[in-house]
């Protein structure tokens, strides 16, 4: 288990010039380190690129929020620390609970993989084999 202290320490050293939890940063979400934690247990997700990623979990209260103080998730990739967003398919289940891509269901990953992937510009036509008739030149 990894304590908040430690999950800070290697989110500072990883993104050094990141201001996610600074002390001004935090008060301006209504947050405090001590309303923290980081879960057990990593997830993998699908994230807002379509990409699978595995992520620590750090639960937080927000006191600043408008219908008063709620319970929510931020995820960070393990190999990066970096904050993931998932993907938007996901928002809902992951609200809920600690749900993410079913790995019984890779018809769904696939699905949100294609949602995901940029698509490609239309190619023009080809000429068609044959004769072609050169512009500035009388017909016969």
């Keep these: 288990m990894m304590t908040m202290a430690e999950f800070v320490k290697r989110y500072e050293i990883m993104n050094p010039k990141s201001?996610?939890?600074?002390?001004?940063?935090?008060k301006w979400f209504g947050e405090k380190l001590e309303d923290m934690r980081v879960l057990d247990d990593t997830v993998k997700l699908i994230t807002k690129a379509g990409e699978?990623?595995?992520?620590?979990?750090?639960?937080?209260l927000q006191n600043g929020h408008p219908d008063g103080p709620i319970r929510t998730h931020a995820y960070f990739s393990v190999k990066t620390m970096q904050d993931i967003e998932p993907h938007p398919s996901l928002l809902g289940s992951?609200?809920?609970?600690l749900d993410f891509?079913?790995?019984?269901?890779?018809?769904?990953?696939?699905?949100?993989?294609?949602?995901c992937a940029t698509p490609k510009p239309p190619t023009e036509p080809k000429p068609k084999s044959g004769k072609t008739k050169k512009k500035n030149q009388p017909e016969h």
Excluded: M, Q
């Design 94 to 97: 992951l609200k809920t609970g």
């Design 52 to 60: 699978v990623c595995e992520c620590y979990v750090l639960e937080r």
């Design 19 to 26: 201001h996610y939890f600074s002390e001004r940063t935090l």
């Design 101 to 115: 891509w079913p790995k019984d269901k890779p018809s769904v990953l696939n699905e949100i993989r294609k949602a």
